[in-house]
């Protein structure tokens, strides 16, 4: 696939975005809008669509770097308890600081998940089994025993349903001054394309990459900060987005390889492009109403995950 | 008799083994040589039923290996494979009396424990018998494997190279054991192997695979020969007559 | 024959653990306390019981003492039911609907799934057992990305109710019920029993089994029936207990030292019996109530399984 395409794609959903919503807005109506249109379209359906483009690219640049560095194809943030342990984090932060600003919070959660992917990480350097969907099933687990700590917690003090709705992840939350902590995410994902090349080399194990001369672990180590702070930043703002970092590289790695370089803007696009699509799903399926994103990106990545195991036994 | 028939097994492109036919012998040892993906294993896992095939059958002493109930072969041929990785914690001793279980189901008799007794000291491990596999050496973890074979007590004796991950004493040690089980006990051994002066020293007959495909059986003699080798592994082997023995030289 | 002895200092535990959970604090109201008190054992006995044997067998069919077969999305499929039942027929019907017909409704829900997730996997050859989980985890995602979005649109006390049945409880167990679970436990034991035998050679791996003589792929699918058929009712009865399992028989493995299912497997119910019953009577006593037994065995499996995996020596 051209990543020509991907940009119409995503030219296309992007434009469709704009226009999908309760208030009637045309694309004619651009030059003519009434103050009422332009109020809806500066503080509700552009935020939306910037947060969308942030979201999809962010979570599926972070289930690359993770799957690289993992050296493992069902690696992603949602199956390797970064999501997880941000979301304890976040949970943390309303108990403990219940009133602190969102960035408090997504400090908090970012510590959170830095610490839980790197546990990961350690896991998976000392076991000793070896096959891939082992690996994702330890990661799975792992992230359940995260989530039985933040149910603990929760149910104590009677915020599981609370918790539950604030981290499902939902779109139209977002409005001017509601999603700005996304940018966070950008140049962390500069930082990520900027590193491509040493990501790929480390991708290829420690003995390789110090065989060329790479300082592996330092590497390493800012792999797992971008994947944690991209992870918490959207989950803290929009949701949690399940097996986005995992279906996009996949998808991508079949028709681009596994070259980081090449197969980054491709995943970055297609990230963005499958997100955008299940938003506008989710505005229209039950139009006026919404599906919320957590819910179309779980089916749909549900099923395309499953696709891609059966489509290959021994996809690995 | 092993009656291998217009055996197939395909992988990918190209890759299997294509309408095999041989016929092994009772009471010798045969050997499966060849290059690297000449089909060797598979056709040994075909032959012990690990391995459903495409098209073909197998006999073994007329007993079918697809149709025969799995107990009832269990009695008749026994199958050792290269990896021998097992996740449960067992001692040498343990592992051996695994090999009376399709005799005993997990009840050993005093004749099952005898058997067990018996293979310990063929393979020389009673001073090791109470030690956990994971503790032993890649060597000794092969002997208590072939231990287990040997007390599973077996008409027909399928190993894929057994030879792998020993030194030269065991190997030795373990080519004369088999010569023994043939010699004596009227025992027949398949396997395969890498080295062929093994072959050499120590089979009766030879089959060479090349590519999926047999390219020459018979017996060892004839097959030990500059040219029969030339066809299989495209390297010139020149062959000296050492003490009787027939041994290729393969270091150019 | 010293495994016999630990086998018996074990029952005398669990034995000792359910005198003390039925006479603790009587206070002489015996006819109101011993039958309450003897369902609550009943209950845990039974899912303790179904979960320790699913479990160690399940991780002898998988080759590997670091799975459980609660992750095969049963757990989420159980809270999609729930929930289900609750966002359309409202808590007024949820009562209302009888608690035979909701247990009934379950079990046959989650046999149901399991089966057609192994009819649909035992057509791939290979490393199929792994490869069943991921696709049950990715079906339990898809489950719960349901249940939650229904969660979002129910009202406090409809997500109350919910809450509820996110945890296992042995507080409620209606007699008619528990017999009946006890009934189709003992069935599927039964009725696979001739299996029993192979499971010990199973454990060193199908090649080795089916030299041995063991109708391998036959065995393997007739005891994940029986894995998923215990699996589903304990969910069923008293709701979901993920890492109980993992804890037992790996504590079980320990305890006794022997590869024999003949000991492991009873060692590793009567360990699961009694720590569901010490765990209750600490719910019960130290926390009154505060806290639900399931949310603390999770918490402390899922930490020994952390211990588990970081210990793990690569070899």
Redesign the interface.
């Known amino acids: 696939m051209k990543l020509a395409y991907l940009w119409i794609a995503f030219l296309a959903l992007s434009i469709v975005s704009l226009f999908v919503g309760v208030t009637d807005l045309r694309p004619w109506d651009l030059f003519s809008m009434t103050e009422q249109q332009m109020q809806v379209m500066l503080v509700s359906r552009i935020p939306r669509l910037v947060s969308i483009w942030l979201a999809g690219i962010g979570m599926s640049v972070a289930g690359l770097l993770m799957q690289q560095l993992a050296r493992n194809k069902f690696v992603s943030p949602s199956t390797a308890g970064t999501t997880d342990a941000a979301s304890l984090g976040a949970l943390l932060s309303i108990l403990l600081v219940p009133n602190a600003p969102p960035l408090m919070k997504i400090a908090i959660a970012f510590v959170f998940a830095l610490i839980g992917t790197y546990a990961f990480m350690r896991i998976l350097d000392r076991i000793q089994y070896r096959e891939p969907i082992l690996i994702a099933l330890i990661g799975l687990m792992f992230g359940s025993v995260i989530g039985a700590v933040t149910t603990f917690l929760a149910l104590k003090y009677d915020l599981l349903n609370s918790i539950n709705s604030w981290l499902n992840g939902d779109f139209s939350v977002v409005l001017k001054g509601r999603y700005e902590t996304l940018y966070l995410s950008v140049p962390v994902i500069a930082i990520a394309y900027l590193f491509a090349n040493r990501f790929t080399i480390a991708g290829m194990g420690e003995h390789f990459a110090t065989n060329l001369g790479l300082h592996y672990r330092r590497v390493v180590s800012i792999g797992l900060v971008i994947v944690a702070l991209v992870s918490s930043v959207v989950l803290l703002t929009i949701g949690s987005l399940p097996f986005l970092g995992l279906i996009i590289t996949n998808l991508v790695s079949l028709y681009r390889g596994d070259d980081l370089k090449s197969s980054l803007p491709h995943t970055a696009l297609l990230g963005a492009v499958f997100v955008l699509g299940c938003d506008i799903i989710g505005r229209i399926a039950i139009f006026p109403y919404e599906i919320p994103i957590g819910l179309t990106v779980g089916v749909l990545g549900s099923a395309i995950f499953l696709y891609l195991l059966l489509r290959r036994p021994s996809y690995a | 008799m092993i009656d291998v028939r217009n055996v197939t097994k395909r992988y990918g492109a190209g890759q299997g083994i294509h309408d095999i036919h041989v016929r092994i012998a009772k009471g010798r040892i045969t050997s499966l040589i060849g290059p690297n993906g000449a089909g060797k294993s598979t056709l040994l896992s075909i032959m012990s039923r690990l391995l459903p095939m495409d098209a073909g059958e197998v006999s073994i002493d007329g007993l079918n290996v697809v149709q025969t109930d799995s107990e009832r072969l269990a009695r008749t041929v026994s199958i050792l494979k290269q990896t021998n990785d097992i996740n449960v914690r067992l001692t040498i001793q343990q592992l051996v009396e695994f090999g009376r279980f399709p005799h005993s189901r997990g009840r050993l008799t005093s004749e099952d424990k005898q058997q067990v007794e018996e293979a310990i000291q063929y393979m020389e491990l009673e001073p090791l018998r109470n030690q956990y596999l994971d503790k032993l050496s890649g060597g000794q973890r092969q002997r208590a494997f072939i231990a287990m074979v040997l007390a599973q007590n077996t008409e027909y004796i399928l190993l894929d190279e057994p030879l792998n991950n020993l030194d030269m004493k065991h190997s030795v040690q373990i080519m004369k054991v088999l010569r023994r089980l043939t010699d004596e006990l009227g025992r027949t051994v398949v396997l395969v192997l890498h080295d062929i002066n093994f072959a050499s020293c120590y089979s009766d007959a030879i089959v060479a695979m090349k590519e999926g495909r047999i390219v020459r059986e018979g017996p060892t003699n004839e097959m030990i020969d500059s040219a029969v080798l030339k066809g299989v592994y495209d390297m010139d082997i020149p062959i000296h007559l050492i003490d009787g023995n027939k041994i290729c030289v393969y270091f150019s | 024959m010293r495994d016999h002895w630990k086998l018996l200092l074990l029952a005398a535990l669990a034995l000792g653990l359910t005198a003390v959970f039925l006479t603790i604090d009587a206070s002489g109201d015996w006819d109101y306390v011993l039958p309450r008190r003897a369902r609550k054992i009943g209950a845990i006995a039974l899912t303790g019981a179904a979960i320790a044997y699913s479990t160690v067998v399940f991780q002898t069919l998988t080759?590997?003492?670091?799975?459980t077969p609660s992750?095969i999305g049963l757990d989420s499929l159980y809270l999609l039911l729930h929930t289900v039942i609750i966002f359309v027929f409202g808590s007024s019907a949820f009562t209302a609907i009888g608690k035979h017909e909701q247990f009934a409704l379950s079990v046959i829900l989650m046999v149901a799934f399991s089966g057609l997730l192994f009819r649909m996997l035992f057509r791939?050859?290979?490393?199929?057992l792994?490869?069943l989980?991921?696709?049950g985890?990715?079906?339990g995602?898809?489950f719960?990305?349901?249940s939650?979005?229904l969660?979002?649109l129910l009202d406090?006390n409809d997500?109350l109710l919910v809450?509820d049945k996110?945890?296992a409880s042995f507080n409620n167990v209606n007699s008619d019920i528990l017999l009946m679970a006890a009934l189709i436990s003992i069935a599927a034991v039964s009725v696979f029993y001739r299996e029993f035998?192979y499971l010990?050679?199973i454990?060193?791996?199908?090649?080795?089994a089916?030299?041995?003589?063991?109708?391998?792929d036959r065995t393997v699918r007739r005891m994940l029936i029986c894995v998923a058929v215990l699996v589903a009712t304990s969910t069923a009865l008293v709701g979901p207990i993920?890492?109980l399992g993992l804890l037992v028989a790996n504590v079980a493995y320990r305890v006794v030292g022997t590869?024999r299912h003949s000991t492991v497997l009873p060692a590793a119910i009567l360990i699961s019996v009694a720590s569901l019953i010490g765990g209750q009577l600490v719910v019960e006593r130290i926390f009154t109530f505060?806290?639900?037994l399931s949310?603390?065995l999770?918490?402390i499996g899922?930490?020994y399984?952390?211990i588990l995996?970081?210990k793990?020596?690569?070899?």
């Open positions: 080759n590997n003492k670091i799975l992750l791939i050859q290979g490393r199929y792994y490869f989980l991921l696709v985890i990715v079906c995602t898809f719960s990305s349901i939650s979005f969660q979002m406090p997500f809450q996110m945890f035998k010990d050679v454990a060193l791996g199908r090649e080795h089916v030299n041995l003589g063991v109708p391998y993920t890492f590869y505060s806290t639900s949310v603390i999770n918490f899922g930490g399984f952390l995996m970081l793990e020596d690569k070899t």
